[in-house]
């Protein structure tokens, strides 16, 4: 683990208290920092071409660049990190959270001096408790040092939705709405949180801020697959693979590479049929492509995406319907609604991969599930139903054979083989739920 | 600290007081267990928003109950993740040895199933939260041990 950055020094025990933090230098790049112009903070991350790791890859350096100065607004700045992290497959922030919070912290307080901002929320999703005493006490521990100067950090609670990991819903969240997201523009830095310029980052993006400043933004851009994929990745390894986790790694090895060399391949004798890539928000990966490197560019070159750095080993045992459809019912119960496409479409789609499933449907379904994609696809205000479309769209048209088998088969052709067969999903638990209490 | 004065004490942390509803919400939760009508309008009542309103908010969230539960809450990853690993034998495990299905709490209010969309373990498969608190690489054999040890707390 020698490339580890963001999680540097963490690699045996978590750096969880400051004196553990500052003995690894912990709080020397926030000086550094505070000593430098704001502008001059923006220009190293610019250099560096650090982008973000939630899932869009932005730019970091350009997005704190549209934040206005404070003397042209009349309105406080705000940032606001992105902790929700739901993804189906992430779990690299909540590593983060428990093994460097002070990382984090360290990484917010340079941030807010970039843009010049005095107020951090950092948005944690609610079903992270222990993380949640780690960074409180890690934010506690900073102020009680007087780290935080002028700057206020309020880790703030989500609730449980997947959507407010959106920036839109989250700032709806934040501001004591439903977490429903808002039409774009005017974008967050101009009118975010309170209608006010907001910078919203990923807790990795910010994390990785004190890094970039530690090694210098030439050096760090010329780690992993430059010019585009700088520096590190915390991938997160999971599924059929013998030895799942989350690693630390620069850009641009092969997805074999992690999955085999590091991962310990996939156990039991089994063959490796498909890979969760980038998150359940994107399309599948089939074998053929696991040469391909683990950054934007090549991944982007085969129509796939890094997001946020999900590798999920799926084994020859899966049926890949039971995957589209337990994947689709995640997206069917985290639709907010507020859109028709998505509401209606990720309904829909649930419907037909259940009849593929049963063996009820007809080889035109298959078109018509793609063409109900296609007007997911753009039509919403987020992009929470296009990933459900972009995810299924794949299923259907990678595993196509597979898909017609359950029509000829009148069923699942894996019969209870499948390593999916009987998976319940929340959704059902409410429908079965409010039949009991009925 | 009465209810009332806690959530307003968190309310003065916020540019603006209305953001405290998740922490005033959940803070009622805390208290009560569940969040009946009455909460709900103590919450409104303590923020200055109409009972309405803080609930339409707080029926978004997948994390507030409306109706009491049990005393003990097991949630039970079942996103696929956990899946591949064989999620649904653990989440079988438990309704057999508590005899109810997800979504459903014991004759007796001791405890209540959840199954849950993914909860961010997917490396240490089956994650299951434990009154909130995540256990790690649980399997269908773990099961008895951890129902015997929540009823002794």
């Keep these: 683990m020698s490339e580890a950055l963001v999680l540097g020094g963490a690699e045996e025990s978590p750096l969880r208290d400051l004196a553990s933090y500052r003995a690894v230098g912990g709080y020397a790049q926030l000086l550094k920092a505070r000593a430098m112009p704001p502008q001059e903070v923006i220009a190293l991350l610019i250099e560096s071409n650090l982008r973000g790791r939630g899932g869009a890859f932005f730019p970091t350096g350009r997005k704190a660049s549209f934040i206005p100065s404070p003397e042209k607004v009349a309105k406080p700045i705000y940032i606001t990190v992105n902790a929700d992290e739901s993804e189906p497959g992430t779990f690299k922030d909540r590593e983060i959270m428990l093994r460097v919070p002070h990382r984090l912290v360290e990484g917010c307080l340079i941030a807010a001096h970039a843009i010049q901002s005095d107020f951090v929320f950092i948005y944690i999703r609610g079903e992270y408790s222990t993380e949640y005493d780690v960074l409180q006490s890690a934010v506690d521990e900073a102020s009680a040092a007087g780290l935080l100067g002028d700057v206020t950090i309020l880790v703030h609670r989500g609730a449980g939705a997947y959507i407010c990991g959106e920036e839109t819903a989250l700032l709806s969240s934040l501001e004591g709405e439903r977490g429903q997201p808002r039409s774009k523009p005017p974008f967050p830095a101009i009118e975010g949180l309170y209608a006010a310029p907001t910078l919203i980052n990923n807790v990795e993006t910010i994390t990785t801020i004190p890094v970039v400043l530690e090694v210098g933004p030439a050096e760090y851009a010329k780690i992993g697959a430059p010019p585009d994929s700088t520096g590190t990745r915390l991938f997160c390894l999971s599924g059929n693979v013998a030895r799942p986790g989350v690693y630390e790694l620069p850009h641009g090895l092969t997805t074999r590479h992690l999955i085999e060399e590091i991962g310990g391949g996939v156990p039991d004798g089994r063959s490796l049929k498909a890979v969760m890539m980038g998150g359940s928000s994107f399309p599948v990966m089939t074998p053929d492509d696991l040469d391909t490197k683990l950054d934007a560019n090549s991944l982007g070159q085969k129509g796939y995406f890094i997001g946020s750095g999900v590798v999920c080993v799926l084994d020859d045992r899966t049926c890949m319907v039971q995957f589209a459809l337990r994947v689709g019912q995640f997206y069917m119960h985290e639709s907010c609604g507020k859109c028709t496409p998505c509401r209606v479409g990720t309904r829909w789609l649930v419907q037909m991969l259940r009849a593929v499933e049963n063996g009820t449907a007809s080889e035109s379904d298959f078109d018509l599930a793609l063409d109900v994609c296609d007007r997911i696809i753009g039509k919403c205000l987020c992009v929470l139903g296009d990933s459900d479309a972009m995810i299924v769209a794949s299923c259907v048209t990678k595993f196509r054979d597979e898909f017609r088998a359950h029509l000829e088969h009148g069923g699942c052709p894996f019969g209870h083989d499948s390593s999916l067969d009987g998976l319940f999903a929340p959704s059902d638990q409410h429908a079965a739920h409010r039949e009991v209490v009925a | ?153």
């Excluded at chain 2, 303590?46 to 997948?62: E, H, I, K, R």
């Excluded at chain 2, 989440?91 to 997800?102: C, K, V």
């Excluded at chain 2, 909860?119 to 399997?139: F, K, M, N």
Aim: glycine share 6%; charged share 25%.
């Design chain 2, 1 to 153: 600290m009465s209810l009332t004065d806690e959530i307003q004490k968190v309310a003065k942390r916020y540019p603006e007081s209305k953001s405290a509803i998740l922490p005033a919400l959940r803070l009622a939760q805390d208290e009560y267990g569940w969040l009946s009508r009455e909460a709900i309008e103590e919450v409104g009542e303590a923020l200055d928003l109409t009972p309405a309103y803080c609930m339409s908010v707080a029926s978004f969230y997948d994390l507030f109950n409306f109706e009491p539960i049990g005393r003990h809450t097991i949630e039970v990853c079942t996103n696929v993740c956990c899946g591949l690993v064989n999620a649904q034998a653990v989440l079988e495990s438990f309704e057999r040895e508590l005899d109810i299905a997800p979504g459903e709490t014991t004759a007796d209010g001791e405890i209540t199933l959840r199954a849950v969309e993914c909860l961010g373990g997917c490396s240490t498969p089956t994650i299951v939260a434990i009154d909130q608190r995540y256990r790690q690489s649980v399997t269908p054999e773990d099961v008895p041990a951890i129902l015997e040890e929540l009823r002794n707390v």
